[in-house]
Nanobody, 125 residues
Framework: QVQLVESGGGLVQAGGSLRLSCAAS????????MGWYRQAPRKQRELVAA???????NYADSVKGRFTISRDNAKNTVYLQMNSLKPEDTAVYYC???????????????????WGQGTLVTVSS
């Protein structure tokens, strides 16, 4: 059993900053990619940013230059630093992780995809 616990959401004014954290716990051998997704009301869930175990990153065009994803592999934790927030960034933000439960599964490339419960970010204008 693997759990992802997010924290750091809240209400902020436009132009402000927030930092999201997501800690993975449970039966973890290693974690491949970790990422943040978001879902605004009446919209589909979309990728915000992702980071591989080696530190390579990928961002949605809408957040490039404003958001920074990072991770601490020793703590199985991923972060999302969000600066210059805009009202259109308002959404529920979900953490995602590709978890290997053992060295055997890692060798096979068979990971378990795990989601957090989501944290609400509201940006007021």
């Amino acid at each position: 059993q693997v759990q992802l616990v997010e924290s750091g959401g809240g209400l902020v004014q436009a132009g402000g900053s927030l930092r999201l954290s997501c800690a993975a716990s449970g039966s973890i051998f290693s974690i491949n990619a970790m990422g943040w997704y978001r879902q605004a009301p009446r919209k589909q869930r979309e990728l915000v940013a992702a980071i591989t175990s080696g530190g390579s990153t990928n961002y949605a065009d809408s957040v490039k230059g404003r958001f920074t994803i990072s991770r601490d592999n020793a703590k199985n934790t991923v972060y999302l630093q969000m600066n210059s927030l805009k009202p259109e960034d308002t959404a529920v933000y979900y953490c995602n992780a590709e978890v290997y439960g053992s060295s055997w599964y890692e060798t096979l490339g068979r990971y378990l995809e795990v989601w957090g419960q989501g944290t609400l970010v509201t940006v007021s204008s």
